[in-house]
């Protein structure tokens, strides 16, 4: 069954600076792939997808993620995060069942 | 999107008791999907809800437990049985978007049990 994995539970990163967080999906004949974002006290909110074509999907909120099938992952980037990008970011991907199963997020934080 | 209402949106419970959480949509759909998330962990689905059949239960989650109904196309409840502190979590409704474009969420029912 496909799955995915986020390495990093925890990313501090100061305002203005780039953010990159990892994803790594395992084997899949055609990944489905999305990123997600929890703000405090929030719901989820789609960021972007990917499911083919161009391999480099932009998102809402000035964020863009890469499919690298050589890696098998989906990286999500913001060249430069605000406060407001304060928050817990999902991977997520559909399972053989066609269910959206999710990553164990990485929660971001933003300093001054 | 669906635009997903749930209720409530939190609620503080005594163990032994139950809830029933309520996920309303604004247009119809075939499925629907109820999630849990524990205090900083990630989702896990719990069941599929379709309307007109039992709900599909995930590994590790029972019906007696997690009863859902699901009475029409844009209405499906959960209910959360005979609570113990460990039932503590946030509770999450969601759809499918169009052409397996992920998930749309509501906006989710943070339980405490005391």
């Known amino acids: 069954a496909q799955s995915v994995t986020q390495p990093d539970i925890h990313i501090t990163v100061s305002e203005g600076a780039s953010l990159e967080l990892r994803c790594n999906y395992s084997?899949?004949?055609?990944?489905?792939l999305f990123w997600y974002v929890q703000s405090p006290g929030q719901g989820l909110q789609l960021l972007l997808k990917?499911?083919?074509?161009?391999?480099l999907v932009q998102g809402i909120k000035g964020f863009e993620a890469e499919f690298k099938r050589s890696q098998s992952s989906f990286n999500l980037r913001k060249p430069s995060v605000h406060w407001s990008d304060a928050a817990e970011y999902f991977c997520?991907?559909?399972?053989?069942?066609?269910?959206?199963?999710f990553g164990a997020g990485t929660q971001v934080v933003v300093t001054p | 999107s669906a635009v997903i209402s749930q209720k409530p949106s939190r609620d503080i419970c005594q163990r032994g008791t139950s809830l029933t959480i309520q996920c309303q949509v604004d247009s119809q759909v075939t499925m629907m999907f109820w999630y849990r998330q524990q205090p900083g962990q990630s989702l896990t689905l719990i069941a599929t809800a379709n309307q007109g059949s039992e709900a599909t239960y995930e590994s590790g989650f029972v019906i007696d437990k997690f009863p859902i109904s699901r009475p029409n196309l844009t209405f499906s409840t959960l209910t959360v049985s005979n609570m113990s502190p460990e039932d503590s979590s946030i509770y999450l409704c969601?759809?499918?978007?169009?052409?397996?474009?992920?998930?749309?969420f509501g906006s989710g029912t943070r339980l405490t049990v005391v």
């Open positions: 997520a991907d559909y399972d053989s069942w066609g269910k959206l199963q």
């Open positions: 969601s759809v499918e978007r169009q052409g397996r474009d992920g998930y749309t």
């Open positions: 990917y499911f083919s074509g161009d391999t």
């Open positions: 084997y899949g004949a055609t990944p489905y």
